[in-house]
């Protein structure tokens, strides 16, 4: 809803997205700085703990913010809350599951996430409805000391020092996590193509937030331009469908290889992108827009958790703070670039016929890419 709150206080659609790229830039020192000291044994609590009261502090300003000035401050802040946070909650998942398989850990954790994010818009739209719409900021901060509170009761766990044993074995290939170690960066080689795939798809996601409720409020070449209101109950939508869809979707692609779940993710991307597009040269355009909220949902809801996934099983343990890190640079990267081009096209054009097409080729010329992807190292002592 950040994108529709500035856009009422006659902020362009390219100063949306030097707010954004600028917190996606201080982001990317945060999270590596967070990776590199995950690596050297800082529990996951911490970071997160952290990132909770940068979030916290962010509202508070973006409450207030009615200047270009004010909303960087409070975009930068999100930076860095959202650097600490992603890779430590991030390397949590596989740490909590035990037994239980991973891959269905992080269908579970991307469920939960789905969960919140499509509460909080609900929420926003009911509140833009009111004329309340800034009340989002104060929503998101009952949310993180919410999240401070479940951390004190329960902090988040971290078994590394059992799984780091030497005596845990091999994986099916022969090598242990500490041969991995031992390569002075030959693990980061085959985790290029997953990292470049998930540029592609965060990119994907950080228009929806971006990009979109500035398409929807503008209007296509031929589609009338929607109210506040109606263009964040159409993003609550597509959120809402992600709950519905994360766990049944992640469970059923965590049952497949990486590759077919990542491939998936970025076909479904594909073809809403083109639904998008197409929206923009019908009066009616409208209901192309409720139909690709479905197959980018899918996108999300398969795309993800399988990410997250390869990361953890093509990185040796001693390794995976900081892939995490990388990870969810790729988050940082797209959020960077994507709102930055989108921006500049839709002041260029005054719709989002063009960008819609390109993510659309974007997405369908990265596919190669996933041959290279399989599983190299163990998750756990549990599991094969």
Do not use: K
Request: proline share 6%; with cysteine.
């Amino acid at each position: 809803m950040t994108p529709i709150i500035f856009h009422q206080v006659n902020l362009s659609a390219s100063q949306v997205g030097q707010g954004l790229a600028a917190s996606a830039l201080i982001g990317t020192v945060a999270r590596l700085l967070c990776g590199l000291l995950l690596d050297r044994g800082l529990r996951c609590s911490w970071p997160v703990r952290a990132a909770a009261l940068l979030a916290l502090a962010a509202d508070l300003v973006l409450l207030q913010a009615q200047t270009f000035q004010g909303y960087v401050i409070g975009q930068l802040l999100i930076g860095i809350a959202a650097g600490l946070y992603f890779p430590a909650i991030e390397l949590a998942v596989p740490l909590s599951t035990g037994s239980f398989p991973s891959s269905r850990g992080y269908a579970l954790a991307r469920s939960a996430d789905a969960l919140g994010v499509a509460m909080g818009a609900l929420i926003g739209a009911v509140l833009a409805g009111l004329g309340l719409i800034r009340g989002v900021f104060l929503v998101e901060a009952t949310a993180v000391l919410s999240m401070l509170l479940v951390l004190i009761w329960r902090p988040l766990p971290d078994g590394r020092e059992a799984l780091l044993n030497p005596r845990q074995g091999t994986r099916p290939g022969g090598l242990t996590d500490r041969d991995g170690a031992s390569g002075h960066g030959s693990w980061l080689l085959p985790l290029l193509p997953v990292l470049a795939v998930s540029i592609v798809a965060t990119g994907m996601i950080a228009l929806l937030q971006s990009a979109l409720p500035l398409d929807l409020v503008r209007g296509g070449l031929d589609r009338p331009a929607l109210s506040e209101a109606w263009s964040g109950g159409l993003i609550a939508l597509q959120l809402g469908l992600l709950v519905l869809l994360q766990w049944p979707v992640g469970n059923w692609v965590a049952q497949h290889s990486l590759r077919f779940g990542l491939g998936v993710g970025l076909v479904s991307f594909s073809g809403g992108c083109v639904l998008l597009a197409g929206s923009a040269l019908w009066t009616g355009g409208v209901g192309l827009i409720v139909l690709a909220v479905l197959p980018m949902a899918f996108a999300e809801a398969a795309f993800l958790p399988t990410a997250a996934e390869a990361m953890v099983e093509e990185t040796p343990l001693q390794h995976r703070g900081l892939a995490m890190a990388l990870f969810s640079q790729c988050f940082a990267i797209s959020a960077t670039g994507a709102p930055l081009l989108a921006g500049a096209l839709l002041d260029h054009q005054g719709h989002g016929l063009l960008l819609w097409l390109l993510m659309a080729m974007v997405c369908l010329l990265v596919l190669p890419l996933l041959q290279a992807v399989r599983p190299r190292y163990r998750v756990s002592p549990e599991q094969p």
